[in-house]
């Protein structure tokens, strides 16, 4: 076995245990998702700060929950649509935290250029995942690009915790954004295709349950009519 491959094995089975010992607490994997979310704002503190080894450190710690809060989840049999939709949207949250306190330090040492390039990787950053909603939502999927959210929050930990911020901003600042270009010239590939979804609207079954009731109604009525005529005037 090899060095790399027994690292791997050990994390993997690290991270089992910290996952199996985490479900049979019984605690939320929202609340896991939550206290990622607090960690990562303390870390976007430490950036305003201008401490970026120790924000690095404390998003590294902050990835722990991320990579947890999906496994309790399937561990507990507590895998629901909102607890993803949770996740995503504290995700979303997260990185604009990030965003802000590196875009505060900059500002506040007077680096313009620098301030520059984090609000176009923050652009970048939002429009991935929203572009990726969009196109999901006319086509059947829509993966085309690299710089997903692993990739960008691997490279702000490399960044901070090698000293090297200023080239890592020039990626995020470039690379997201290809990826949205990337996005929008396959789902207008996808779309000349006709590789669509279709959305059906499905019709409130109280509302069906009342039309129903209603020609019931009238039909009874309609009936009563037929039998009963009214009396003629003599």
Known sequence: MTI?????????????????GLAATGVNPNFLT???????????VMFASGLFF??????????????????????QGRVTTFGAFFDSTIDRYSDLALFIGLLWHYAYIGRGRYAVLVGIAMAGSVMVSYSRARAESLIPS?????????????????????????????LLAIGPNITVIHR????????????????VPAKPQQEQASAEESEKEDETVSKAV????????T
């Open 4 to 20: 790399t491959r027994a690292i791997g094995e050990g994390a993997r089975w690290l991270l089992e245990k910290i996952v199996n």
């Open 34 to 44: 939550f206290v990622g979310f607090l960690i990562n704002l303390w870390a976007a």
């Open 54 to 75: 120790a924000a690095g450190l404390t998003m590294l710690f902050a990835g722990l929950f991320d990579m947890v809060d999906g496994r309790v989840a399937r561990a």
């Open 142 to 170: 829509c993966k085309a690009g690299f710089f997903e959210r692993p990739e960008r929050i691997v490279l702000m930990i490399l960044g901070a915790l090698g000293d090297r911020m200023a080239p890592v901003l020039w």
């Open 184 to 199: 929008i010239i396959h789902t207008r590939r996808e779309l000349r295709a006709g590789n669509t979804v279709t959305l």
């Open 226 to 233: 037929s039998h009963h005529p009214s009396p003629q005037r």
